[in-house]
């Protein structure tokens, strides 16, 4: 994608963007390919304060919504309509890994182009290496170029990862519901533990934008949460399953954080999300490592932030492991 836009171009990105795109972005295009990047808090609710970072060569607005690992939301409409707004017209690219094509369709939200790492929830199973573009039929042109650039770059998966990407997609709608469920009864755990200072989880009513989360889910996943609500939940429970990623602060710091980390069972100490066995890991010295000090503390990336991706045993099983890891933590 980022080839597809030609020498000099700039790329406005969320700030909070996941470390390894951030790295690309920065390192890999910035310094060979003459591409420029800025990082903008599209959460900002004055519209000009985002307008005034876009430049006559933004080409790509780069979003991630939820973003990884602070799980903030980005109103695609709005940044949509924004972009459009402004002379330089830049496509719109939505980084939907994280919630996965069952609970949430930005195309509809007027994105311009879906990117999925399709390593992730889509092949489901930790044992695929791959990633997909995914176009509107009306863009057959920039898809053509894509194809072009894909062919000779050289990125075409192998017809083995594609049969077993395929594989995973058949039970895509099962496991996103069973990791939805299990996550939140995890985050509602985390929750009531004395040893947590705070839960990072659109679906939970204190997530400052879980209003956006529940007004931004697909048709058939706004199906699934309403129906999960009249049987799960009372009036006065407003929370809902969110996809399988939560965040957590321990209280304390690294040492805490890490003493978790490898007291841990059935979560497994690994970077990698959306598989169906649960992971847990520590973005600052992890996933987003490459990211500069100061810049992940002021994203709130300190060394006490804990990402979880929730799989698909059972819930019981993963809120014992979670609160057995706690209790390690501190058991000095």
Do not use: C
């Not at 695609?76 to 690219?93: E, G, M, N, Q, T």
């Not at 894909?150 to 998966?157: E, F, K, Y």
């Not at 996933?287 to 002021?298: D, V």
């Amino acid at each position: 994608m980022i080839n597809a836009l030609g020498p000099g171009a700039h790329i406005l990105s969320v700030n909070d963007v996941y470390g390894g795109t951030y790295r690309y972005i920065k390192r890999v295009a910035g310094e060979n390919q003459g591409v420029t990047s800025s990082y903008v808090n599209l959460q900002d609710e004055d519209d000009n304060a985002i307008l005034s970072a876009f430049r006559p060569n933004t080409k790509l607005v780069w979003i991630e919504s939820p973003t990884n690992p602070t799980l903030r939301l980005v109103d695609i409409p709005r940044i949509v309509r924004l972009a459009k707004s402004h002379p330089s017209k830049p496509i719109v690219l939505v980084d939907n890994t994280f919630l996965s094509p069952f609970y949430s369709s930005p195309l509809l939200q007027g994105a311009d182009i879906v990117y999925h790492s399709i390593t992730k929830y889509i092949n489901g199973h930790s044992d695929v290496v791959m990633g997909a573009l995914i176009l509107p039929a009306h863009n057959a042109a920039l898809a053509d170029k894509l194809r072009f650039l894909q062919n000779s770059i050289g990125a075409v998966p192998s017809a083995y990862d594609s049969w077993l990407a395929q594989r995973g997609l058949k039970t895509l709608h099962l496991r996103m519901k069973a990791h939805g469920v299990n996550a939140l009864a995890v985050a509602k755990a985390l929750q009531s533990s004395k040893y947590v200072k705070d839960v990072i989880y659109p679906g939970l009513p204190s997530h400052p934008q879980t209003a956006l989360a529940y007004h931004s889910l697909s048709p058939h996943a706004l199906k699934f949460v309403e129906n999960y609500r009249v049987h799960n939940s009372t009036p006065e429970d407003t929370s809902f399953p969110y996809s399988g990623m939560i965040s957590f602060r321990i209280r304390g710091g690294g040492a805490e954080a890490n003493k978790f980390l490898t007291s841990t069972k059935l979560f497994t100490l690994a970077e990698s999300l959306g598989g169906v066995e649960s992971l847990a890991e520590l973005p600052a010295q992890m996933t987003h490592g490459s990211i500069p000090p100061a810049e992940r503390e002021l994203l709130g990336i300190g060394d006490n932030l804990i990402r979880l991706s929730v799989g698909v045993e059972e819930a019981e099983d993963l809120i014992y492991d979670i609160e057995q890891a706690l209790e390690a933590a501190f058991s000095d």
